[in-house]
């Protein structure tokens, strides 16, 4: 059976695709929401530390399989070889309506001013395509307000003195510091920093018709069992559905978008649950499948024009992969600090995103999620024994003496980090798989290593007794925090979308997700992608029509 | 507040509808699914040694071979024949420096055994085709999910590990700290 024409596309119900489908279908356009993976539930995996999006031996809980999905990862030494979900060079988001969002920590971090404006604010670094985004913190912070009360964050509005303006409140308070948080904090205090709780999407009261968040230790990697943690699967996507303007296909892996002669697209070519292909029209495309996927689509979507894939003509798709080089150091107290008040994470400082003298960008340091029992027996200073007497000894003794302080560094982007087709390699249907390739910037690496300084200097002030530092920054970045591979820009020569996400030269083709970031913030990222969508989900809708999409 | 956690209890079983409060490590085996008796009684010897027991319960009392037994055609199905080579090696390593089977060593030879195997210093002769320090990494790292994962994977026997780091299951009783009467998180109840 042929599918209906509709007037818009929205591929991967993740956090930006799952904004932009609501924000479209609410203005009262047809909508197909796609997504590859399906609907999951707390119950299918509750808190099992081995069915975690974190810590995943088995299989990835929420996507995606082993089955099905594979990427050729390209190492160091140049060697080659295909990784498989679970495997960590993969670099998984997730797959399943929701998709990060589901399981994620929740952080919801604005960027700051400065984070827009990276090449304005520290000049060229050789080596890096660092640049500065073409919209700023200000053409964006109406788009953050409205991710922040649509979906839901408790924090403290006044807590941050580093952070950039802004118009409203959190719609909710803040959580409550836990013992260790506690700890943390007030030594954060008295070395001079400014410590402040973090802005979480989870429910610190009633909101939104769920419950207030009950503070279980496992939370980052799972699916919250009292729905108190805000995604998209249970806010927007919804309220999408509930307008009666969209619909949602799950288990649907999309192949290709089709361009025509003129240079538009016209729809895509997908795989049904069954391994059906089908052929759905639209006014209108916007690709969401977070950063990997989105450029591995773009780079399959092959036309005349575009003969080396969708918006590709200057070979920009795929480049700049970016993530967070994650960093920090942990400590291990006289004193038990672990109380069981979770997840752990609870404060944050802002003192080293930007203005840290010799450092390009920096990052946000918060105390950590706690660490679940198996994750904890590689939790070791180094050298220390990892079995025996001396394994059970540690863990019994330390499992609630033990603090970790991290963050994600910002990471500066290179133009050899990327994502290409592999000219061989298929899926379970048959389309070619992403490639991924490069490194990081080497500047990461010292970045990392000054955040790792500052984060043990705050665990000796608070007591720990023996404290080692874990520095970040080095192979491939992407992982959780992808983004990059579709920069935003106002040339087309060096980006592959406008400033409203359109891809140069396919004015009825969208990207929205954090393949549009230029860079990454030194903050989790998204809260930004969310932002992004409500931006781009206005911006079409307000521009829509009722016909073809081309007025510029 | 005991009544109320009590509810609570009764209510997430009914949420998730199979909650078993017996664990499906405790049913008798009396056949191995993938291991054979001897490779079965070898794990058991070498994972005692990786999670030995002291005050707290061990690798053995965790049922950490059941765990190897089943994921071994679950989802480390992949492993058969690392794990069926690499038990091999080390047995016919055992038997070439001390003329014994590994689990017929005593106590120390066994942990002298592991830790040259950790290094890599076994005889090469006995581990063609097989790397002895990555087997030696495996075998920790199963070891470890065994005995900290969730017993519904075969091991951590009765939530043993979790009694050692005293930390509450089942878990609903780390959330007591329950949403109060006006909805707010109530932090003070613990
Ligand atoms: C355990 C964990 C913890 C995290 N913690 C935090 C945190 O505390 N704070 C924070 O800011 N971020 C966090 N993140 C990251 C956050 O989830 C991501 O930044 C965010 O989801 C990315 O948004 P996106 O729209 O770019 O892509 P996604 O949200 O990943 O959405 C992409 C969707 O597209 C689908 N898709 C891809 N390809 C196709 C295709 N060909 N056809 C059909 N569908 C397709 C995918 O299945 C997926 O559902 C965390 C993530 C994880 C997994």
Redesign the interface.
Known sequence: MKNKHVNAIVIGAGAGGGVVAKELAVSGLSVVLFERGDWVTYDAHNDDELMSQRTHPFENPFGPDNKRHRRVFVGQNGNERIVLPFEYPFNNNAACVGSGTVSYGAMAWRFMEKDFLMKTSYGHVEGSTLEDWPITYQDLEPYYEKAEWEIGVSGDHTGNPFQSVRNMPYPMPPFAYNRDGQILYDAAKRIGLHPFPIPMLRNSVRYNGRPACYRMRTCVGFACPVNAKCGTHNTVIPIALQSGNCELRTNCQVAEVMINEKGLATGIKYFDENDNGHIQTADIVIISCAAVETARLLLNSKSRLFPEGAGNNNDWVGRNLQGHAYTGASGIFEDEIYDDVGPGACWAVGDFNHDNEGIVGGGVLCNSFFTPPYAFTRLRPPGAKQWGLEHKEFQRKNYKRISSVRGPFQEIPNFDARVTVDPEVKDHWGIPVARLSGQRHEYDRIGCQFMSDRAEEILREAGAITTWQAVGGRGLSGDQHQSGTARMGNDPKTSVTDKYGRVHDIDNLFVADGSLHVTNGGFNPVLTIMALGFYIGEYIAKNWNGGSFTSK | MEVKRREFIRQ?CF???SISLIPACTSEISTWRFLTADEAKLIEAITE????A?Q?A?ATDARVVNFFDR?LIG?YTRHQETYRKGLQNIESSSLKIFHKNFVNLDWDQQ?EF?ETMETGELPEAEWEGNEQRSFFRML??H???AF???P??GGNCGYV??K?????YP?VI??N???SEN???N?KA?
């Open positions: 997430l949420a998730c509808g040694q990786i999670i030995p002291d707290d061990g994921q989802y942990t592991l920790l790292d070891s470890m999910q900290y994962g969730s519904r994977h590990s979790y050692m780091l005293k930390i509450d878990h780390g959330q700290r329950y949403p909805g707010n998180t932090l613990s």
